[in-house]
Structure formats: C-alpha cells, structure tokens
C-alpha cells in the first residue's frame, strides 16, 4: 500500500516569494491534515480536511497561508508571500478515522528554506 | 486547552539497557494517547496508542507504555534498547473538546550508545 506522498521533499525561495506543496494522501482516507514543524519542535497543526471541507483551520495563517482539497483526495498548501520565518518542515498526514480511535500516517515532509 | 510535556530533551541509555522516555499530558476529559517516532528526514511513524482499557499498552518494535490517570503521565519504555531504537520520539495527545485535533509534544531524542 502507498504512503502519504509529499512533494517537493525541499524547497528553497527568496523572501516574499509564492511557494506550493501538494500532498497525496493514503487511498481511501477521507481525513487529510497539514502540520507544521519547526526544528527541534513537535509538529503543530495548520488545517484538518474532512473529505473537501476544512473543519478545523483555526491555526491556519490566513494572511498568507491557503490551502484546498479539491475533489476530496489531494491537497495544497500555498504560502504567498513567503517570510523567513516560514522556514520549516510541512508535514502532511492522512487518517481513515474522524476521531482519534486510529492514528496519523505521516508523509516524510516538504523542507522549506525561505531567504 | 490541551497540552503535552515531555520533560526531557534528550535521553541517553546504553544498548541492551531498558530506556524510559516520559510524557505527561493535560486534557478535559478522556484522553487519548499516542506515541510517534521520527527518523532523520522521515515524517513521523506511529508507535502505539491508549485509548481505553488495560493500561499497558504494547506496540511496535517492542516498545510499551503505561497509562496513568492520576499521575497523567504516559511514559514510553523498552526492556532492553537497540541501538536502532536512536530516533526523535513524540508523545501525543487528543480529546476532550478538541475533537480530532492531536496536539504533539516537544519531543525527546533518544540515543542509545553500543
């Protein structure tokens, strides 16, 4: 069985520039979540999918930060513009539960370097 | 709010030693518990969970933890460490009125020494 799939693994921009993740997650699960980690921190969540709707995007950034889950499966984040403190590992992570009775599958990240 | 502490930043034990990693937690209600491990330059990979009943809960790679409500904690053990067992290990929490939101803990770099 695939993984979560993640892309780009690294990602390297000037400041104030647009920058895009796409995620992939396990077939057949309908939650989708987008984490953000800083290094040497615990991930911190961004935004919750269940299906296409955002049911949590409460520590989402919204100035900056968009994100969407066309269709129900895929997902993009967007960061526009980016600052340097945007500087982190984007985790994208899927479950086949709404609640925590089951766990996270993590994809291995987008490492972004802002400039 | 929920929180998770892990109080140590690192732990150091040597192979064929039993190791502790130790997490405690704050939440409204009943928790559920987790526990992830992350590899250099890897998303993070599920260990095992509590979410009710027995409160030793055994889960991957031989790795083992021990619900307490009083105490609040969810500490992480092994009876003996692999030097492969090195890693960045996270705790985790949800519950409570944050419904399917999992808060994660700082996290603990385990180092086991041949």
């Known amino acids: 069985e695939a993984g979560v799939v993640q892309s780009p693994r690294y990602k390297i921009i000037e400041k104030k520039q647009p920058v895009a993740f796409w995620c992939n997650p396990i077939?057949?699960?309908?939650?989708l979540y987008w984490y953000l980690q800083n290094l040497g921190q615990g991930p911190e969540l961004l935004i919750r999918?269940?299906?296409?709707?955002?049911?949590?995007d409460s520590q989402l950034p919204k100035d900056r930060f968009s994100a969407e889950r066309l269709k129900g499966v895929d997902s993009t984040l967007k960061i526009q513009p980016a600052e340097l403190g945007d500087s982190a590992v984007y985790l994208c992570?899927?479950?086949?539960?709404?609640?925590?009775?089951?766990?996270?599958?993590f994809g291995e990240g987008s490492r972004l370097t802002v400039l | 709010a929920q929180s998770v502490a892990q109080p140590e930043d690192q732990v150091n034990v040597a192979e064929g030693n039993p190791l502790t990693v130790k997490c405690t937690y704050s939440?409204?209600?009943?928790?559920?518990l987790f526990w992830y491990v992350q590899y250099p330059n890897r998303g993070l990979q599920f260990l095992l969970k509590?979410?009710?009943?027995?409160?030793l809960v055994k889960g991957s790679y031989g790795f083992e933890a021990e619900f307490n409500k009083s105490q609040t904690s969810f500490h992480l053990k092994k009876p003996s460490a692999l030097v492969s067992d090195s890693a960045l290990y996270f705790c985790?929490?949800?519950?409570?009125?944050?419904?399917?939101?999992?808060?994660f803990g700082q996290g603990t770099i385990l180092t086991v020494h041949p």
């Open positions: 992570a899927s479950s086949p539960d709404r609640g925590f009775a089951g766990e996270l599958f």
């Open positions: 077939s057949g699960h309908n939650t």
């Open positions: 999918y269940e299906n296409e709707e955002a049911v949590d």
């Open positions: 939440v409204s209600g009943n928790p559920y």
């Open positions: 509590y979410i009710t009943g027995d409160n």
């Open positions: 985790a929490v949800a519950g409570g009125t944050s419904y399917g939101k999992l808060t």
